[in-house]
T-cell receptor, first 111, second 111 residues
Framework: EPEVTQTPSHQVTQMGQEVILRCVPI?????FYWYRQILGQKVEFLVS????????KSEIFDDQFSVERPDGSNFTLKIRSTKLEDSAMYFC?????????FGPGTRLTVT | DAKTTQPPSMDCAEGRAANLPCNHS???????VYWYRQIHSQGPQYIIH???NNETNEMASLIITEDRKSSTLILPHATLRDTAVYYC????????????FGPGTRLSALP
């Protein structure tokens, strides 16, 4: 059964550094998403992406964040200058008009 | 904000049916009811969705009241592996529409 994959599973970085989180969505899906979950809190939407452009973004998704689909399979989330409060689980999801399928997540720890 | 109300926690006995309620009294005519679950810190897992008819798949059944203001997710034979946070989400099926997660119901399946 196809699934969304994410790498790395855990990323540790220092404050101010750039990080890139990678995702491989399910191959025939057209919509891609990033969500995050701070420890002990709710899953929060960051951004959705369709046809090589952002279709919707939340208030969390500020200028420090960017997304890209550099080739036909990968979907990336870049945080330009990480802050301590960016520490969270980051989930990629892909889908069509109905359900979305989530990846296992990347745990980002900013020190 | 989430448009649904769920009890914060529930217990169920292993082998028995688990019935998880959800209130969505302000649901619009074009909004579907979705259920996801999250086991520990894993990515949310799609369970089932429906518009107005009851639905069943290999994981669960979804019962939606005739007025659509509430629904119940039924896990027919709960096991310890069903211990998770269960999220009831209402969402219109617009392309690129994200999911808004609330706090969900923490289900504990007890031996």
């Amino acid at each position: 059964e196809p699934e969304v994959t994410q790498t790395p599973s855990h990323q540790v970085t220092q404050m101010g550094q750039e990080v890139i989180l990678r995702c491989v969505p399910i191959s025939n899906h057209l919509y891609f998403y990033w969500y995050r979950q701070i420890l002990g809190q709710k899953v929060e939407f960051l951004v959705s992406f369709y046809n090589n452009e952002i279709s919707e973004k939340s208030e969390i998704f500020d200028d420090q964040f960017s997304v890209e689909r550099p080739d036909g399979s990968n979907f990336t989330l870049k945080i330009r200058s990480t802050k301590l409060e960016d520490s969270a689980m980051y989930f990629c999801a892909s889908g069509g008009i109905y359900e979305q399928y989530f990846g296992p997540g990347t745990r980002l720890t900013v020190t | 904000d989430a448009k649904t109300t769920q009890p914060p926690s529930m217990d169920c006995a292993e082998g028995r049916a688990a019935n998880l309620p959800c209130n969505h009294s302000t649901i619009s005519g074009n909004e579907y009811v979705y259920w996801y679950r999250q086991i520990h810190s894993q990515g949310p897992q799609y369970i089932i969705h429906g518009l107005k008819n009851n639905e069943t798949n290999e994981m669960a059944s979804l019962i939606i009241t005739e007025d659509r203001k509430s629904s119940t997710l039924i896990l027919p034979h709960a096991t310890l592996r069903d211990t998770a946070v269960y999220y009831c989400i209402v969402r219109a099926n617009n392309y690129g529409q994200n999911f808004v997660f609330g706090p969900g119901t923490r289900l504990s399946a007890l031996p």
